[in-house]
């Protein structure tokens, strides 16, 4: 992890309370116009860094994926929901049962519905008929990726 900008900006305030304390003048001195400038520098170069911090952890948080997690990441599921066939690109079969992209979806819809519901995808392992052409393949393909992670199987 990283740390907060609340945690950063506590920390710079530390780093120059023990500047101003390890460089404060006695009491009974006056203080020095070079002392003041040499503080005033070293805010400005702190400042400087804090705002290149700021801006680092703005980029590192836009690099944060976003991909919905799995429901197995999420203790929903222990593997993947099913193993399909790609038989066409529109054809499925799952155990004996050959069915549609809308067969699919109409027998998993319970499992989607509580997926969508706790923000989650179900993961699926595909295979293909070795029949099956590389534009069916991909097309059958792409059309599951809408609802599920897919792991393709060789």
């Known amino acids: 992890m990283g740390f907060t900008e609340a945690e950063l900006g506590l920390f710079l305030v530390l780093v120059l309370l023990a500047a101003a304390v390890g460089a404060s003048p006695s009491e009974t001195a006056t203080p020095r116009r070079s002392t003041l400038d040499s503080g005033m520098a070293r805010v400005a170069a702190l400042d400087s860094a804090l705002r ?56 998993f819809r319970n499992e989607m519905g509580i997926a969508r519901a706790q923000k989650c995808r179900h993961q699926i392992q595909v295979r293909h008929d070795s029949h099956v052409s590389a534009d069916d393949l991909w097309t059958a393909f792409r059309a599951l990726r809408k609802d599920f992670n897919t792991d393709m199987e060789p």
């Open 52 to 107: 290149i911090t700021r801006d680092s952890l703005q980029r590192l948080r836009d690099l944060r994926s976003r991909q919905t997690p799995t429901c197995r990441e999420r203790n929903l599921a222990d593997g993947p929901l099913f193993t399909v066939t790609v038989l066409g690109s529109n054809r499925f079969q799952i155990g004996a049962e050959v069915l549609t992209l809308q067969g699919i979806q109409g027998r």
